[in-house]
Structures are given as structure tokens and as C-alpha cells.
């Protein structure tokens, strides 16, 4: 089957999640910057989870214009990456509503570890149904961020027993090395005329 109902309905749940993460947005208590100050803490908090969704959004966007055919597993396989991604909403307020206590900080380094594995075992229901022609598995290649990720994951919950600031650059670090654009997946779909 084609990948258009699969696309169509990530990115309508996608869209809601960042929907539900805004409204979950604290208003400050007053109308001074003062008060915005107050409300750092939520604001960052939510930056982090909607730079998370933009980044998971653009790399499903470039992944699923290499694939040709999807299948049950690789629906499920989607499934499982919307399901961890529609918890952010609620790990993002838990984290923002407790100050960054250390419990809701280490559950959202799971959840961002979660969402990593699910995007990779997507890749690999994609590779299976492709097959080893697939456009996809020649485009990833190495994929050293998507190894490198998890790790980074890890060492961020286990440095929120120490600090628990410290597991949110951990956890930002990953972030910002998924910003910078994948050139070799936007070089590829270019480069097979596949851009839409």
C-alpha cells in the first residue's frame, strides 16, 4: 500500500501533540516581565518538547518520501513512534509542573529514549519491507546520529541523579545535533527526484 494514509495521519497527530503541549503552556501570574521570568521554566520546557516534534516531523517527512510501500508491520512499527511521541505533552508538564524534579526529569529522558528506538525500529520495518533494493537503507547508511542518540539518552538519566539540570543539556545536546539538516537524506531524495 502507499504511504499517503500512513503520512496524512502522523502529521495530523503530530499537530495535535503540539497542540496539546501550547495549551499546556503556563501563563505567568501577572502582566510584567517579571512575571514572564517566572514562567522560564515552563517555556523551556516546552521549546525542548515542540524542537523535539519539529525534528521528528522533518526526518519522518524525509524518510517517508524514500519509501516506495508500506505494510502492516511498518503501520505498527509508526504506531509505536506516535505513541511515545504523544506522551511528551504530558512528560513536558510533569517535568514543568514539579520545578525539574529529578522522578519527572529521568521519565522524560525515557520518553525521549522511547521515541529514538520506536523512530529506529520504524527504519528497520521499512528496511525489511523494502527489502535490500530499498531507497531508505541506502540513504540512512551508518547513521551514526541514530546510534549516538540513545547513548546520549542514557548518560542524561543517569547524570539527573547528580544534577538534574545537567540531564537537560544532555538531553538538548541531542536536539541540537539533529538540527543541523541530514544532507545526505534531502541529497538523496533530490538526487532520485522524489522531492514533494
Known sequence: MRTSRLEAFSDGVLAIII???VLELRVPDGPTLHDLADSRTSFLTYLLSFVYIGI???NHHH?????RHV???VLWANLHLLFWLSLYPFTTAW???TGLARTPVVVYGANLLGAAIAYYLLQQAIFRAEGHGGLLRAAVGRDLKGKLSPLIYLTGIASAFLLEELALVFYAAVAVIWLVPDRRMES???EHGLGG
Open 63 to 67: 524518510m517517508f518520501q524514500l519509501v
Open 56 to 58: 521528528y516531523w522533518n
Open 95 to 97: 517535568m514543568d509542573e
Open 188 to 190: 538523496y531524495v533530490a
Open 71 to 73: 505494510n502492516g508491520l
Open 19 to 21: 497542540t496539546i503541549m
